[in-house]
């Protein structure tokens, strides 16, 4: 399977996990984003994410390359779905290998902030009483300078 | 020349197009290719928070732009 | 499925993740424990795990209370294969799903540590050249008391 | 009255057995148990550092131990 992968299809968690089983691996992380249905007050009806398709498989397997600077021996997998969304639907599924637990841990946690920073994907909210194109989680970063931070070679 | 340029989000929503074409005379930054851009489709908001690319790599407001080049406006993501 | 298990069977990931899914959780952090082959100069050639499997059963479940009690909206589910494993083979698998990903991640690393300090699994590595009851793995905890911190009533 | 040991790993290993049942004539403490244990089983290298359980719940080695019990050595686990 392609290691890095933006997908209108559903994911498989297996497939993105058999991507970095070794025979040297003794942690696998896994992190999987669910489609939540209650954002405080608000309640998702379904949500549409959209891609810059080919740039974000490259921003993917950037930070796969940014995790194996930082543990050498990680093995990383990411899929991202992207169209419509249901309550519970997997959005995104990270799995990262590495001979030890801490650094799985790490580097799953890792991913996910890198991807929510750096991967050109959007999320519209479509709540019971309307919709809403979803910024950056926060809601409140800028980039004065036209990009995130460390992307510009 | 001819730049690509391509529009996400709400950015697409307000342009209601993800894609414009422009035809230049000179090579040009990407801060200019913003102004021209406006003065084809009109003002939208948010593009001065907008992360920017050219051929699929990020670069700065002040990133070159050449012939055939595609110009990415990216509001801030929310993937994940 | 049952939520906390030691079974004889090989673990399938999506069970245990499937028992987790919620509609309000935005994240399930999982862990899975691989057989590794090498360990420093040490090469395994599979291993074999032991566990006094009710008092196990009733321990993995406890660990589950305490993820509950300090992440209140989590959902946990844990499996621990026993018997002989190859090089590979899922020895552990446990899902947390929680609203916000911070805390999944939180959940699932305290529950791996737990498993390794409070669960009667035994895992006897075979090595190329011998065998050995592997003691807990730090290799240096003793309890004089009798039991691990925080399990006597 | 009868007090059910189980014994595991190396334990279960030395004593070439995971299960034995001792006869006593009164209610003891778990450490009294480990005490018979050995003088029935031979010595059992490791057991002062194992956990200790009645009836599947982590005691302390002065937990009291009734009959029909079962007093379970656990040696340091090595699960995950």
Redesign the interface.
């Known amino acids: 399977m392609k290691k890095y992968k933006i997908t209108t299809e559903p994911i498989n968690?297996?497939d993105v996990?058999d991507s970095v089983?070794?025979?040297?691996?003794?942690?696998?992380?896994?992190?999987?984003?669910?489609?939540?249905?209650?954002t405080g007050q608000k309640q998702t009806k379904f949500l549409h994410?959209?891609?810059?398709v080919?740039?974000?498989e490259?921003q993917l397997e950037r930070i796969g390359m940014e995790i194996q600077e930082k543990w050498p021996s990680a093995i990383t997998a990411i899929s991202?779905r992207i169209g419509t969304l249901q309550?519970?639907d997997i959005?995104?599924a990270i799995a990262v290998?590495t001979?030890h637990?801490q650094d799985?841990?790490e580097a799953?946690?890792y991913a996910?902030e890198r991807?929510?920073?750096?991967?050109?994907?959007?999320?519209?909210e479509h709540y019971t009483d309307g919709e809403e194109?979803?910024?950056?989680?926060q809601g409140t970063?800028?980039?004065p300078?036209?990009?995130?931070e460390e992307?510009?070679? | 020349m001819m730049i690509n340029i391509?529009l996400?989000?709400?950015l697409a929503?307000q342009a209601e197009t993800e894609k414009v074409s422009i035809e230049v005379n000179s090579a040009l930054s990407?801060k200019e290719v913003r102004t021209l851009l406006q003065q084809k489709v009109g003002k939208l908001t948010g593009i001065?928070?907008?992360?920017?690319?050219v051929n699929?790599?990020?670069?700065?407001?002040t990133?070159q732009v050449k012939d055939g080049d595609t110009v990415?406006f990216?509001?801030?993501?929310?993937?994940?």
Request: hydrophobic fraction near 45%; aromatic fraction near 10%; avoid cysteine.
């Open positions: 968690n297996q996990i089983v070794h025979q040297n691996a003794g942690a696998i992380s896994v992190f999987i984003g669910t489609v939540r249905e209650m994410y959209e891609a810059y080919p740039m974000a490259k991202h309550i519970s959005a995104v290998s001979p637990r799985a841990f799953s946690r996910i991807i929510k920073e750096i991967v050109p994907i959007w999320k519209k194109w979803i910024g950056n989680q970063k800028t980039y300078a036209g990009h995130p992307v510009v070679k | 391509l996400f989000a709400n929503q990407v001065e928070n907008a992360l920017l690319a699929e790599e990020y670069v700065e407001l990133g990415a990216i509001p801030p993501v929310s993937g994940g």
